[in-house]
């Protein structure tokens, strides 16, 4: 051992080296072997290449276990004094496999009940469970968003293609979601209600076929219709999914999977480009891509088209909207821009609506009192209308208990922590600390809500709510707060009111012989948005 003092303690001295300056700036896997190999190269100036592997060695042996020490054990770390799983201290890795079985949301609520308000979910990051902090993070003068944006959920490096969620520059993202913001405003939302009563009714002929005969998944046939609604919505056209009864080209599939690989890599944003570039799974990405690549091409024409009268969708408003200080959008970011109606907006909402129909169906009587109330508020012939929709303070009820129970997007809103810090319940958060909300744990807080596990639309309901029941509206927050709260709610909120109600007024509907619901709820996966596993098997009956 004494003959290899002299590359040992070179090695080792470089590996604490290398730590400190890790310490400050996280490496990737590669840099972490680029930084091995360079000592390797400038040690073979001196050393043989056996003395140059022992030093390497100890040089790496010594830079991971300091790293570490230092994660895991050592009071120097900023956040040592916060709770958390030992392997979540230790590397983002734990994060990762969370994203891979696909219920980060429910080992974040657990991780609450275990550790408190405050638990560490990574080696600079933290989740927080507490309902006020919502707004001091999303709202008012939001902290930034994380490393994790770095990297875009429609299948591109963000450097290359931007989408709007990904922008984590404030001044960028304001410029552009001016533009959004104008795309959603009221008289817009208005213009886009045919998109949703046209694709509603195909899915009404269609589910008529199909009445009291064999099952149908209902998941699947919502999916068809929000897609070709969102689609409709970027670019007035899409695949007919629908009417064709069936996923146009792999599409919806295609971009189910862009979103679930990217929310599992956000958490390792270095990985995210090295796993995209695999043949297999950019294969599996490829047939979204191709399909919204073709269906920009065809608006972009039909936009040149001057016999044309331009339709109003988004895609208008991305397009003819130009700033006050005359930038105009390039290609790519009206391209990614465009493609982003789509994977933000429509497993987003399939999945809301999905888990309503489940809760609706779990409870009969739930069900069958949402149909009276619309058969009382729309008699006979009288047409489903927007505006008196929104206005059914039942409907929303249910919807608004849908949401809470399931927030579609529960996980993926990471921010930093600003140069002032943070302090909750007494515990200190240094600033850069990379924070999650953990908006499935606060919408289930009992401190919160009464029964916070139980499907209670009642509560939202004034003259409902039973004497001294917890209730803060504010500790639900599925579309969160802020300058980057979800610019397509009240698009949502009027899709998804319009579909229920079509579909309840029209239908009984039971859940299919045989169908499981533990099995169903256990299914209920996230990484990006949730992604409904189990097939939502129901019989429907036209009502007379
Ligand atoms: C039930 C349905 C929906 C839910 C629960 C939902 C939820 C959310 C949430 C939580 C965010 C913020 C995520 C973050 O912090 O990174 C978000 C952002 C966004 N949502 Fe939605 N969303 C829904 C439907 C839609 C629809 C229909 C659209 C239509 C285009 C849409 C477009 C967007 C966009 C573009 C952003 C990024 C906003 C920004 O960064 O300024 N969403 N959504």
């Known amino acids: 051992m004494v003959g290899y003092s002299a590359e040992l303690f070179t090695g080792s001295s470089l590996g604490l080296l290398a730590h400190f300056i890790f310490k400050r700036y996280e490496p990737s896997v590669l840099q972490f072997v680029f930084t091995a190999a ?128 990904a922008i984590r520059d404030p001044k960028e993202h304001a410029f552009r979601r001016k533009i959004w913001d104008r795309a959603f405003s009221i008289a817009s939302l208005k213009n886009y209600q045919p998109f949703i009563t046209k694709r509603v009714e195909q899915l009404c002929e269609q589910l008529d076929r199909r009445c009291s005969a064999v099952s149908i998944d209902l998941y699947q046939w919502l999916s068809y219709l929000v897609f070709d609604v969102m689609t409709d919505l970027a670019w007035s056209g899409g695949g007919d999914a629908v009417l064709k009864g069936r996923d146009p080209d792999g599409a919806i599939a295609s971009a189910r999977y862009s979103l679930h690989i990217a929310g599992m890599t956000k958490v390792l944003p270095w990985l995210a480009k090295h796993l995209l570039g695999l043949p297999w799974i950019d294969s599996k990405t490829l047939e979204f891509r191709r399909f919204s690549s073709d269906m920009f091409v065809k608006r972009m024409n039909d936009k040149n088209n001057t016999d044309k009268e331009s339709p109003k969708d988004v895609f208008y408003h991305l397009l003819s909207e130009g700033s006050e200080d005359g930038r105009q959008w390039s290609i790519n970011a009206l391209q990614a821009d465009s493609r982003q109606v789509v994977t933000a907006g429509a497993d987003t909402t399939v999945s809301a609506i999905a888990y309503l ?58 921010r930093i922590v600003p140069e002032s810090g943070y302090s909750i319940n007494g515990i200190s958060l240094p600033p850069g600390t990379h924070v999650r909300a953990a908006l499935y744990a606060i919408a289930r807080l009992p401190n919160e809500f009464s029964s916070p596990d139980e499907f209670r639309p009642e509560r939202w309901l004034i003259g409902e709510r039973v004497p001294n029941e917890r209730f803060n509206a504010k ?63 129901v019989i429907i009956e036209r009502r007379q």
Request: hydrophobic share 40%; aromatic share 12%.
């Open 475 to 537: 500790a639900s927050a599925p579309f969160i707060l802020g300058p980057y709260h979800c610019v397509g709610r009240n698009f949502a909120m009027q899709e998804m009111r319009y579909t229920v109600a079509s579909l309840v007024r029209r239908y009984n509907m039971r859940f299919a012989d045989g169908f499981n619901i533990q099995e169903f709820e256990k299914r209920i996966e996230d990484r990006s948005v949730l992604e409904i596993e189990h097939p939502l098997e």
């Open 38 to 165: 360079l000592v390797g190269i400038a040690e073979s100036v001196f050393f043989t290449i056996a003395q140059v592997a022992i030093s390497t060695v100890a040089f790496l042996i010594v830079l991971s276990s300091s790293i570490l020490y230092y994660r895991v054990l050592s009071t120097n770390h900023p956040l040592h004094h916060i709770p958390g799983p030992l392997a979540a201290r230790a590397s983002q890795l734990w994060l990762f496999w969370s994203l891979y079985r696909g219920h980060p949301r429910q080992i974040q609520k657990d991780m609450h009940e275990r550790y408190g308000p405050v638990v560490r979910i990574g080696p600079n990051e933290v989740s927080i469970a507490d309902a006020a902090s919502l707004n001091v993070i999303y709202g008012g003068k939001p902290w930034l968003k994380g490393k994790s944006y770095s990297f875009t959920a429609s299948g591109g490096a963000a450097t290359h293609e931007v989408a709007l969620s």
């Open 357 to 414: 129909f489940f809760c609706l169906l779990r409870s009969p009587n739930h069900y069958k009192r949402l149909q009276k109330t619309i058969d009382t508020e729309f008699p006979h012939e009288r047409p489903l209308e927007y505006d008196a929709l929104a206005k059914l303070t039942l409907l929303d009820a249910y919807v608004n208990e849908a949401l809470r129970l399931e927030p579609p997007i529960p996980f993926q809103n990471q």
